[in-house]
């Protein structure tokens, strides 16, 4: 940070001197300026499938949807598509962390060739992908300066049992399952899990802001909450499929918060500080002297 500080009219002794020097050092010292963080600047969303995210433009396209395949569903609840927006005004995001939530499962790029595909809606986009904590975090970067302010990018991932669980567990997970429990309901706890006790195991976002001239900061974790799921679709999970005639819909579930607005760093309010009572001290010291020299 560049700081320059420009007095006129004032003379002093060694004093004031020595209180131009402090401000010096500390215009010097002091930190680019930080950030708080509020709760409107980003949004996810996440669903089978990606149309859902945008249905009142194509109510057609959602009837479509609730005449599919029990199969093509339960595949399609095995690889959903995530609806991530920048809502933030100055700040772009560089990078998304998702981690698995229940850790009986993983992350996988097997089926998509990568750990996060961009979906069909939103081309354009360039993004890199990886895993880390062996496949429980899935790390996206958002290449070419980060998501900007106000975009949208859609993009797939896949859900894969761990290795150890292979023959006890459906081999094509719900998200609903892994990411979050529906209405609390843990499937897989053997001993069950306390209601209150059961968002403990659920999917947390990590997010990286980059502003200009301000180092990035990080937003999060943020969690996903178990959602309230009372219309009895919530048992068509996994291999539990939905019969003809049983109300199964297609549902978009959402996460959003956080936020990048500028504040002064802590020398900065330090030096606003020093200046209200440095330079009043300086005017008061020449007056002094004058009235010493005039007797």
């Not at 880390?132 to 300066?145: A, C, I, K, Q, Y």
């Not at 219309?231 to 996460?255: E, K, T």
């Amino acid at each position: 940070m560049f700081c320059s500080l420009r007095i006129r009219g004032i003379r002093g002794g060694p004093h004031v001197a020595v209180s131009l020097l402090v401000l010096v050092a500390i215009c010097a010292l002091a930190k680019p300026a930080q950030a708080v963080i509020t709760d409107t600047d980003w949004n996810l969303k996440i669903s089978e499938r990606e149309i859902a995210f945008r249905p009142a433009s194509d109510l057609m396209a959602m009837k479509s949807l609730m005449r599919d395949l029990p199969f093509s569903r339960m595949f399609a609840r095995n690889m959903p598509f995530l609806c991530f927006t920048n809502e933030s005004e100055s700040a772009s995001i560089t990078e998304l962390k998702l981690t698995i939530g229940d850790d009986k499962f993983h992350f996988a790029d097997s089926l998509l060739g990568r750990y996060a595909k961009i979906g069909k809606a939103t081309p354009g986009f360039s993004l890199s992908s990886t895993v880390e904590d062996g496949g429980d975090t899935l790390v996206v970067n958002f290449l070419n300066g980060g998501l900007a302010p106000g975009k949208t990018v859609d993009f797939q991932i896949d859900i894969d049992v761990d290795t150890e669980f292979a023959n006890s567990i459906y081999k094509h997970p719900d998200y609903r399952t892994v990411l979050f429990d529906m209405n609390g309901d843990n499937l897989y706890e053997n001993a069950g899990i306390l209601q209150d006790e059961s968002s403990k195991d659920n999917a947390q976002v990590t997010l990286t802001f980059a502003m200009t001239g301000m180092p990035s900061v990080t937003v999060g974790p943020v969690a996903f909450d178990d959602p309230n799921v009372f219309d009895g679709s919530a048992g068509f999970v996994n291999n539990h499929l939905a019969r003809y005639g049983q109300y199964d819909p297609i549902r978009s579930f959402a996460l959003s918060g956080g936020s990048v607005v500028p504040e002064p760093s802590s020398l900065v309010v330090a030096l606003v500080g020093f200046l209200g009572v440095a330079l009043p001290f300086g005017r008061m010291r020449r007056r002094k002297t004058g009235l010493v020299t005039a007797s």
